[in-house]
């Protein structure tokens, strides 16, 4: 009875191991298999006679919790002073612009033409509204700073033409582009709409538009890097 019962047991045992062994085999072929996949690439043709051929689309960031300034959802009425090295760097040539391109300078370093902008650029969402009503000095501040970041990424827009500014915003915005991508490559509205637009063109002859929609909002300076490569082909003297 003894020698039954153990013989017994180590063939439940016995049993037992190799049922396990054959689920873990199984476990790993679907595994292996499912690393096998291939999936569909998510980059986005450039077209282009640089080195700029392929960008992948980036990952999608992770869900963080920022600061509202840093998003741009708070705008002050008032227009923030200026340092005076925004203004010596408003005066430098942009790309596109030509040798005999000029403006007087007493039109816009006190803000008169920014003035104009901000106030579209703020109706746009793009420069975002005071949501404060006055009930916390940090919400102007804060607003202040985002502002200032925009003009210092792009400074030139305190004294570019402010109805080509809101043409080229415009045209952003009617691409589906989000006011965000603006708010991060403000160059893109120091641009005239023309070379947005043309760009866009380009990268959608050979991509479907959602594809560029996404690429140029999830890959920094994608669409910056596109223009300029634009403007360089077409305006080759220009500095």
């Known amino acids: 009875v003894r020698l039954y019962t153990v013989s017994y047991i180590l063939h439940m045992m016995v ?19 499912g690393f096998l996949v291939t999936t569909p690439s ?6 282009s006679s640089s080195s700029i051929i392929r960008r992948p689309a980036a990952t999608p960031p992770k ?16 227009m923030p002073s200026f340092d005076p090295v925004f203004i010596e760097n408003a005066r430098k040539q942009l790309l596109w612009e030509t040798k005999t391109t000029s403006s007087d300078p007493s039109s816009w370093e006190s803000g008169q033409l920014w003035s104009q902008t ?45 109805a080509q500014i809101i043409a080229s915003a ?48 999830d890959t920094p300076h994608l669409l ?4 300029e490569e634009r403007v360089a082909a077409e305006l080759p003297d220009a500095q």
């Open 15 to 33: 049993q037992y191991l190799f049922s396990t062994l054959v689920s873990c085999l199984l476990m790993g072929a679907v595994v292996v298999q």
């Open 118 to 162: 901000r106030e579209t650029l703020v109706d746009l969402w793009i420069l975002p509204r005071d949501m404060s009503n006055g009930a916390d000095g940090r919400y102007a501040a804060a607003a202040t700073e985002s502002e200032l970041k925009i003009l210092a990424k792009a400074p030139q827009l305190l004294r570019l033409d402010p």
């Open 170 to 217: 415009k045209a952003l915005l009617k691409a589906k582009l989000p006011p965000a991508l603006m708010r991060s490559e403000p160059e893109l509205l120091s641009y005239p709409a023309a070379y947005l637009e043309s760009s866009l063109e380009s990268l959608m002859e050979v991509n479907s538009k959602g594809d560029v929609i996404r690429a140029c909002r």
């Open 224 to 227: 910056v890097a596109v223009v």
């Open 63 to 78: 869900t963080t919790v920022v600061c509202w300034a840093e998003l741009g959802e708070l705008s002050s009425p008032n």
């Open 42 to 47: 998510s980059s986005i043709i450039v077209p």
